[in-house]
T-cell receptor, first 115, second 111 residues
């Protein structure tokens, strides 16, 4: 399985500001995914990021709030814009296990607290 | 929308006991996945299941893909303290083509 790192591991931010989270994979992958995990909750898919195309957002998530970049096959960023305390969550990136696989492998997550 | 249910929501067991948890859905799934999440870390894939009736083991863990394709269970034998964590089921629902996650089962092991 791929080795995935995320930066930062945690941050405390003021409301109204933005934070960009980086996700780096040690191998080339076609699809990368961004999830949100609110405190004590399960994982909710924010968007799917394919290299060379616009990210596909799930219902309830919009590009203006969560812009995503995917400049190459090993890297992606998620920005949380104009943050409010409700954005306090763990943000996780993941990659698929293979072209025909629904297995996903996760990074360690970024724990965001908005004050 | 698509939804998975997990039971129990939480459990407290003595070290050495066996554990059983399950995951159910109202719709048919093509793939079932079981993950474990430790505090402060991302989920780790434990077992993946691809065929109805499939029974797969990974050490002390055993999982099965239900015959109806609407459920799956995970068993842990002879629990140890490092089994503590949150166990998520996840699956790929036939009409959705994405993976969705259940709400999780929190496991505590009492030494």
């Amino acid at each position: 399985s791929a080795v995935i790192s995320q930066k930062p591991s945690r941050d405390i931010c003021q409301r109204g500001t933005s934070l960009t989270i980086q996700c780096q994979v040690d191998s080339q992958v076609t699809m990368m995914f961004w999830y949100r995990q609110q405190p004590g909750q399960s994982l909710t898919l924010i968007a799917t990021a394919n290299q060379g195309s616009e990210a596909t957002y799930e219902s309830g998530f919009v590009i203006d709030k969560f812009p995503i970049s995917r400049p190459n096959l090993t890297f992606s960023t998620l920005t949380v814009s104009n943050m409010s305390p409700e954005d306090s969550s763990i943000y996780l990136c993941s990659v698929e296990g293979g072209e025909w696989s629904y297995e996903q492998y996760f990074g360690p997550g970024t724990r965001l607290t908005v004050t | 929308g698509q939804q998975l249910n997990q039971s129990p929501q939480s459990m407290f067991i003595q070290e050495g006991e066996d554990v059983s948890m399950n995951c159910t859905s109202s719709s048919i799934f093509n793939t079932w996945l079981w993950y474990k999440q430790d505090p402060g870390e991302g989920p780790v894939l434990l077992i993946a299941l691809y065929k109805a009736g499939e029974l797969t083991s990974n050490g002390r863990l055993t999982a099965q893909f239900g015959i109806t394709r609407k459920d799956s269970f995970l068993n842990i034998s002879a629990s140890i303290p490092s089994d503590v964590g949150i166990y998520f089921c996840a699956g790929e629902e036939t009409s959705y083509d994405k993976v969705i996650f259940g709400p999780g089962t929190s496991l505590s092991v009492i030494p």
